[in-house]
């Protein structure tokens, strides 16, 4: 391995509540969400993200002044409000792809709570066959994915030509809680997390870097 100046830290449960303390507050319309979510789907809440990264997804909108987003992956609705609060108000857009009717539905009922409806499409069915089914020349600013692990690859060919220059990529749980790294584990969802990291990182169309945020945030710019 090679030398480095410093690793990052890591967070104790302590340490963790003193950033989610010192980031900016999480409103009461994604609160609630959370709260209904854990309710609803007690099993599955390891599919919506961290507050910190629903915040850091917004203000990365924002920051890139995106209009045209897509996401891959939507479950309950926690992350799509917070990609389409950070879309331009008068033409931003964001394509939300999932396969489950049951889910969106509390995530159009969060949508409308937040005000962003009308900046939402959603397209329920396989989202590969979603993309597949774009134009090749639409050219988003930013995408994030967020779905079964196995086709995140597939994910990712379909998504970077139709990114534009300087558009990001975001790609959510790629350390798989630390599992990528154990040799003795094996299962098609892991193997998938390592088979797109290493794809991702051989890809010379993006930059890419693999940050420690939530389960491991990849953050892939394409390249101009």
């Not at 396989?126 to 090749?136: F, I, K, N, S, V």
């Not at 995140?152 to 030509?161: A, G, R, S, T």
């Not at 051989?202 to 710019?221: C, F, I, S, Y």
């Amino acid at each position: 391995m090679a030398a480095v100046t410093r690793t990052s830290e890591s967070l104790t449960p302590d340490l963790y509540e003193y950033l989610v303390e010192h980031s900016a507050p999480v409103d009461p319309v994604l609160r609630d969400l959370a709260d209904e979510t854990a309710r609803l789907y007690p099993d599955s809440m390891g599919m919506q993200i961290a507050p910190e990264q629903g915040t850091f997804m917004t203000m990365l909108a924002r920051t890139l002044r995106a209009r045209d987003a897509v996401e891959v992956g939507t479950f309950t609705g926690y992350s799509s409000i917070c990609i389409a609060r950070g879309l331009d108000q008068r033409n931003g857009s964001l394509l939300a792809c999932d396969v489950s009717e049951e889910w969106t539905d509390v995530a159009r009922r969060y949508w409308d709570l937040a005000g962003v409806s009308d900046r939402i499409e959603l397209r329920l069915g396989a989202a590969l066959e979603t993309l597949r089914g774009l134009p090749d020349a639409r050219a988003f600013d930013l995408a994030f994915i967020d779905a079964d692990k196995t086709g995140y690859v597939d994910y990712w060919e379909e998504l970077v030509p139709r990114m534009r220059p300087g558009g990001l990529i975001l790609v959510d749980n790629t350390l798989s809680h630390g599992r990528v790294v154990d040799p003795g584990e094996d299962s098609p969802a892991v193997q998938g997390i390592r088979d797109f990291n290493d794809a991702a990182l051989a890809d010379e169309r993006t930059e890419v870097v693999l940050l420690p945020v939530g389960d491991g945030l990849t953050l892939a710019r394409k390249k101009e």
